[in-house]
């Protein structure tokens, strides 16, 4: 039976969650889109032997899974002298995970400048800084905005697998609220309904950024 005195009783704590979630998911894709931009301008300019194992790490990231990686921040690390908090693994592990695929995005961006202006660029004999900050990454980035949106929605549907490092977020506290009161069927569809109310607006904001950036066609 659905009971609304439960819902009530559980939305103060629910919402306190919800803003943890919403702290990782900014955090994270702050790191994710800093690191991959770094990451994608280290593979354009480095050589060979550097740019190959770097490809070799972020395919690895990629290809694991998230929850994987936030037992091994959380449970190892601390072996070795590297203690982080459960939000702080979280964020962390967000921000490496996404950065992978933040990164290709960056990549394909870059490449898709044409290449006058990069040979225009090195004719004027123009710092590397000045081609990056001026020429490449203006051109670059507005057309990766609709791509780095997706992941934003992405990571924000992730971001509940940090329970599992002792986050208490919007799905730790609907665990924390049924295992104390023995009504699951409450707690959890409201976590539930806090996602979806923070998420379609989130892809509605995707889309429109994909409509005022992305690619026109003919």
Known sequence: MWEWQVVWDSLPALWKGLQVTLQATFWGILLAMSLGLIFAIIRRVSPGVVRLPLIGVLEFIRS????????????????????????????V??????????????????????RGQWEASTALSISPV????RIVLPQAIPSVIPALGNYLVAMLKEA?????????????????????DFNCLEPYTMAGVLFLA?????????????????????
């Open 64 to 91: 694991t899974p998230l929850l994987v990686q936030l037992f091994f921040l959380f449970y190892v690390l601390p072996n070795y002298g590297i203690t982080l908090s459960g939000f702080e693994t979280g964020v």
């Open 93 to 114: 592990a967000l921000g490496v995970h996404f950065s992978t695929y933040t990164a290709e995005v960056y990549r394909a961006g870059i490449e898709s400048v044409p």
């Open 130 to 133: 000045q081609k990056w900050t």
């Open 160 to 180: 509940p697998l940090l329970s599992a490092v002792t986050v208490v977020d919007v799905l730790g506290e609907a665990q924390r609220i049924c295992s104390r």
């Open 198 to 218: 923070i998420s379609i607006p989130a892809s509605f904001l995707a889309r429109r950024l994909e409509t005022r950036f992305g690619p026109t066609t003919a």
